[in-house]
């Protein structure tokens, strides 16, 4: 599986990781059943996996207050991905 991820352009570019750097690597932990070290890797795949097994099953089931949990979701899921990305570029640069 992990032979076939794709490279990160903005790495290759410019020299730097972006938000979406350790996703791929991230979900082939969790196909390992690694999940501590997928969380490690990627902070934000759990909230994403949250969100989109949300949006999957209200795609077909109609919650009364769906939006706010998406809301809630996506804000969740973008929070942890920048923290993260904030915390990821301090150790790389301290």
């Known amino acids: ?3 076939y991820m794709l490279p990160c352009v903005n790495k290759k570019i410019l020299g730097i990781d972006c ?3 350790g996703m791929q690597r991230a979900i082939a932990l969790l196909c390992k059943g690694e999940f ?3 969380f490690y890797m990627y902070p934000a795949i759990y909230p994403l996996l949250l969100l989109l ?3 999957g099953f209200n795609f ?5 207050h769906d939006s706010i949990i998406k809301i809630g979701l996506m804000v969740t899921t973008v ?3 920048i923290i993260s990305y904030i915390i990821k570029m301090k150790i ?3």
């Open 1 to 3: 599986m992990e032979k």
């Open 60 to 64: 077909f089931l109609k919650f009364k």
């Open 79 to 81: 929070l942890t991905m």
């Open 19 to 21: 938000l979406g750097c």
């Open 92 to 94: 790389i640069f301290n």
């Open 36 to 38: 501590t070290a997928a």
């Open 53 to 55: 097994l949300f949006l």
